[in-house]
């Protein structure tokens, strides 16, 4: 057998996979900061991380944080850290409402994951129903959709960031809620996401679960954590959806 033959056969297997995968999935549960777009593509989540440490600084309280989180680029981990030492604090309160300010700022210059506009358009028109389940805020969930035309698809079934912070995911809280309200069974359903802490609150919730990775070292992540179904694109996604509906 040719190198070309087996590149042939390992291509049409995963695209069979894709087709039952989509086949199982009646409800549709998207994270959404990668598989939809990549919000602080233009308003950096470093400076964004680095506003919350001068906030804290000027409420003289830049010393909850140890001299790595004060300079590490991702704001959740601010957040977080910050939770730990003070959970449900009005501090805390504070800095998840400055960090969603700054997410909301982020929506206008947020690139559009390849794909993923015709790909929820499409899975929307041939009847699955969509949700969004994110550690981001809802509000900045809300304002990127309306700006991409997408708010219909997802009839306001967005399920962000709360201010119980041990609720975001890993913890299944968010898919939870998204189920419930759609009132879908979790085997009926497929999460969409990026990162580890998306396919162990998948595990949790009894979702199946589909990675998307953008690059491989994002794609090794999501392998190490147990993902058995990663993409690299949407696209082949969107085709094998657009497939089913010539069938």
């Not at 593509?41 to 001299?67: F, I, Y």
Request: charged share 25%; aromatic share 4%; proline share 6%.
């Amino acid at each position: 057998m040719t190198s070309d033959t087996r590149q042939t056969e390992q291509v049409t297997a995963e695209t069979e996979n894709l087709r039952e995968v989509i086949e199982r999935a009646r409800f549709v549960l998207f994270d959404f900061d990668g598989p939809i777009c990549r919000l602080f593509a233009g308003h950096l989540a470093e400076n964004v991380a680095k506003d919350l440490v001068e906030w804290l600084e000027h409420q003289g309280m830049r010393g909850l944080l140890t001299e790595e989180e004060q300079v590490h680029p991702d704001p959740m981990v601010v957040l977080h850290a910050v939770h730990r030492r003070h959970p449900h604090s009005d501090l805390v309160a504070e800095l998840e409402e400055r960090l969603t300010q700054q997410e909301l700022k982020a929506v206008p210059s947020a690139w559009p994951t390849p794909y993923a506009d015709p790909l929820i358009r499409t899975w929307s028109a041939v009847g699955a129903r969509l949700a969004v389940a994110t550690n981001n805020s809802a509000r900045t969930v809300a304002g990127y959709l309306e700006s991409r035309g997408l708010t219909d698809c997802f009839t306001r079934n967005l399920h962000g960031r709360t201010q119980d912070l041990n609720q975001l995911k890993p913890h299944p809280h968010c898919l939870n809620r998204a189920l419930s309200v759609m009132g879908a069974a979790p085997s009926a359903a497929l999460m969409i996401g990026d990162a580890p802490s998306d396919h162990e609150a998948a595990r949790r919730a009894g979702v199946p679960f589909l990675g998307y990775a953008r690059n491989a070292a994002k794609e090794k992540l999501l392998r190490d954590a147990g993902a058995e179904n990663v993409v690299t694109s949407l696209e082949p996604l969107l085709r094998a959806l657009r497939g089913r509906g010539r069938g």
